[in-house]
């Protein structure tokens, strides 16, 4: 179960370590994917965008939260 955490006596949600990391893994995937030239293979960049976005965040909050 996710449980806020407190630092300076203000509570914060565990998205705001979450979701940075999520961008970190995004942001490799992009470098990735323009480096080895896949995203001429991409229908839609933006959709792909995304839901790789989405992907990360959940797969991000999936292993931080045991």
Known sequence: MLH????????FSP???FVPIAFLLY???QWLM???NLRQWI?????FD???LVCY???VVW???R
């Open 15 to 17: 998205m705001v370590v």
């Open 27 to 29: 942001w490799l995937t």
């Open 57 to 59: 965040i959940g797969l």
């Open 63 to 65: 292993i931080g939260g």
């Open 4 to 11: 806020e955490f407190s630092f300076a006596g203000m509570l």
């Open 43 to 47: 229908w839609k960049p933006a959709w």
């Open 50 to 52: 995304l839901s790789m």
């Open 34 to 36: 323009h480096k080895f």
